[in-house]
């Protein structure tokens, strides 16, 4: 992300998100209402006239690899409210909309932790649109402020550290520096108490490091927004990098994968990268982190 702009690709998301009710009923695993209003280009007034776009293969492929991403991560929430977490952080939240659309989060605590930039636009979009979110905005800049000073000021804004945490890293990991990879995954255990949850996404390595054309032409457009791919995992090696920073893997699949559970055949069939992850980690009793 350039220094004082908003994430472009965090407003491509939530438009995906919202464009979802151009899907096929049976599609919609994840409406945000809100996700359109965060376009630059007026998206949300002329949503109709958009459907011949979403019919493309190409788009309505995007629109449901992202309605399939958040529902598992949505899933996953809901698991942990159901079994009495009550305690939600969103790290690079972007522009996520958890807090005004899932009902189950209504006796929460919920943690929105973002670029000053990002999380501004945010905040002023909602306010238009007269939605009051129950979240509560810490205001982070991931570029001068050291990761292990952020689970103190998430104290100071109200995170009960005794308390299990559902934290949501999604659409993040794959523009980090390995060490800011590290950083962050120390600092996120540093808040997550035994029960806790990390819900992440990532992308394979070998996307990055040998990607198709597809890929390489993707990669090439976020670069241009200051927010180029940098990092992915061996899916064979992230359970010890993960055990090694005090989390047990518990679930790693791709979104492809998940879509054909989720999605009718010929709709999941348009989701077909295998390099696209989401991964469902939880904070043990007894922690040894590596040095």
Known sequence: MRDESPSRTAAAVAVARGLAELLPPEAQLARDPYGAAFSYRGVREHLGKLRPLAETRVMKAWILYMQVRTRVIDDALRAFLAAGGRQ????????????????????ATILEVDHPATQGRKRSVLAKLGADSPARYVTWDFETRAMEDLPDVLEEAGLDRAQPVFTIWEGVTMYL?????????????AWSPAGSKLAMTYFVKTRIAQPSLVTRMAKAVVATFGEPWRFGWDPAELPAYLEARGFKLERDVAIAAAARV?????????????GRRFSLASAPEAIGLAS
């Not at 005004?100 to 989060?105: D, G, Q, T, V, W």
């Not at 520096?177 to 255990?189: C, K, P, Y």
């Not at 999605?263 to 990268?273: F, N, Q, S, W, Y």
């Open 88 to 107: 939600v952080v969103l790290l690079g939240a972007g522009y996520d909309t958890r807090a005004l659309r899932l009902p189950e989060l209504a006796d």
């Open 177 to 189: 520096t390995e060490a800011a990879i590290d950083a962050s995954l120390r600092a996120i255990r």
């Open 262 to 274: 989720l999605l009718p055949a010929e709709l999941a069939a348009l989701i077909k990268d295998p």
